[in-house]
């Protein structure tokens, strides 16, 4: 298992350079952490898919005045299940996911969202979880999905979510990567370093894919007449 101690020892033999230390380095560390839980687009075009080991439940009360709720501060990515006070499930839009905010729209009775009862759809757009219609007494709503990482900042720490196996390789080619390619004109060689640790942490991110495994998007009937949204976002 990699430490936080560890991955900045391992980057500053590779750097070399003692600009990039301390606050700074743990910064960039927690930063590629992130962006790794977030998906990573892969040469292919593929988005890496969550970590398993940050799959979390949310608990979101609806307001009586409003048609959305924020998700809070600990969501990042990959909502799947939104469930009603009584545990059924609530479908997303018709030909959509939970994200296809347009066709969320689109079934929508009233298109400015003021529409008061009983929640019978609902979306994410952005970091809020919208929905229709408003109840007139709070609703908790149950939704799976995936949080951000926790940062890590004791010598000790480990990466969240981020398979043992695979921390070490994927944050120092990652840091390094990075690192090389913002100073490609300060250093002969730093174009070289650069895109060797490009390299490495693509062949890093692909090992990853292949252990998680990718699951299988679920199912959502609509009509024939809906259109799918097959963006990664609206």
């Known amino acids: 298992m990699s430490t936080l101690a560890s991955i900045r020892n391992a980057i ?3 750097i070399q350079d003692p600009v990039y230390s301390g606050s700074m380095l743990v910064t ?14 892969m040469p292919n075009g593929q988005i890496s898919p969550p970590l398993p080991d940050l799959f979390t439940t949310l608990t979101i009360s609806t307001e009586t005045d409003a048609a959305f709720k924020t998700l809070g501060t600990t969501y ?3 909502v799947f299940s939104i469930a ?6 609530i479908a997303p839009p018709a030909g959509g996911d939970y994200y296809a905010f347009r066709l969320f729209l689109k079934k929508c009775s009233e298109k400015d969202l003021s529409e008061s009862g009983s929640i019978y759809i609902v979306a994410v757009k952005g970091t809020n979880l919208y929905y229709q219609g408003i109840p ?3 609703v908790d709503l149950t939704v799976h999905g995936y949080r951000l990482p926790i940062d890590i900042s004791k010598d000790a720490d480990t990466p969240d979510g981020i398979p043992e196996h695979l921390q070490m390789r994927l944050i120092r080619h990652s840091v390094c990567r990075e690192i090389f390619g913002d100073n ?7 174009a070289s370093k650069a895109a060797y640790h490009n390299t490495e942490f693509y062949a ?3 090992d990853l894919i292949d252990y998680i495994g990718i699951d299988s998007e ?10 799918i949204d097959a963006g990664i976002c609206d």
Do not use: E, F, V, W
């Open 12 to 14: 500053s033999i590779a």
């Open 84 to 89: 009603d006070s009584s545990g059924d499930p």
């Open 218 to 227: 679920p199912l959502y009937y609509g009509s024939i007449n809906d259109n």
């Open 204 to 206: 890093a991110m692909q």
């Open 76 to 78: 990042q990515r990959g």
């Open 136 to 138: 007139s007494a709070s």
């Open 184 to 190: 490609i004109h300060n250093k002969r060689d730093g």
């Open 28 to 41: 960039k560390i927690n930063d590629c952490i992130t962006s790794i839980a977030g998906g990573i687009r």
